[in-house]
């Protein structure tokens, strides 16, 4: 699979993104910088989806685990985490100039829309960007592959995982030197040698609906910018 310009994108941004150095809540420094990031690729004519955690406020599985927290309720926790993220990440946005909209997979019609395929779809045809909380609106189901499902449903031609480092490695490369970074994996490779980037249940889906992933490092100045021109930047996930 050869890198190329993309003219519809979802971007997924973990919640831990939005703390920053801070590791809890969100960081206005960082959210502007990213609403930046984004605007950047808006200014380009790119249609653009964006799918955010809510570990920076709670994660489901660890809570669950740590707390004694039903596991469900735990989750339903995370996704207002993701709500949260949503709207300080439009207000953001919002003050570069660019219009936003707000879905949620759950029902919240005070603050933000259903989310509904086609009105997202119609959204972005009118060069608004699109956040999407809530995940899939389900527990025991990650943001990774939340973030999948809407790629699919609104037929974004590449999924953007934005992480700290600048790919997938071979080994994790705050700990070991000489990690060696891949600027191209198939599904199965990301899948059979379990790098820990996306969870297994995303890349299957992925791989099933050939859904190309590119994984960058966001905090690199213009990253989003070289990656959605099909400059080499970062890894992409993708063919067999």
Do not use: W
Not at 216 to 232: C, H, I, R, S, T
Request: glycine share 10%.
């Amino acid at each position: 699979m050869e890198r190329k310009p993309y003219r519809r994108i979802l971007l997924k941004l973990s919640g831990e993104a939005l703390a920053g150095g801070e590791g809890f809540g969100l960081s206005p420094l960082i959210l502007n910088y990213i609403a930046q990031e984004i605007a950047e690729v808006h200014r380009l004519g790119v249609q653009m989806a964006v799918v955010v955690g809510g570990g920076n406020f709670v994660r489901g599985e660890q809570f669950s685990a740590e707390g004694g927290i039903d596991r469900s309720v735990a989750d339903q926790m995370g996704m207002l985490g993701t709500l949260m993220n949503s709207l300080g990440l439009q207000s953001a946005i919002e003050k570069t100039g660019v219009q936003v909209r707000v879905q949620s997979a759950i029902a919240i019609a005070q603050v933000a829309e259903s989310f509904i395929r086609r009105r997202a779809v119609r959204h972005l045809e009118k060069e608004r960007v699109v956040v999407l909380a809530a995940g899939t609106g389900n527990p025991y189901f990650t943001t990774d592959t939340a973030a999948v499902l809407r790629a699919l449903e609104i037929d974004a031609e590449v999924l953007i995982k934005a992480t700290k480092v600048d790919g997938i490695y071979d080994k994790d490369p705050k700990k070991h030197s000489d990690a060696v970074r891949y600027e191209k994996l198939d599904y199965s490779e990301a899948i059979n040698k379990r790098l820990g980037v996306m969870d297994q249940t995303a890349f299957t889906m992925c791989r099933e609906h050939r859904l190309p992933v590119i994984v960058l490092d966001f905090n690199k100045p213009g990253a989003l910018v070289q990656a959605v021109q099909g400059k080499n930047e970062g890894t992409l996930v993708g063919g067999e």
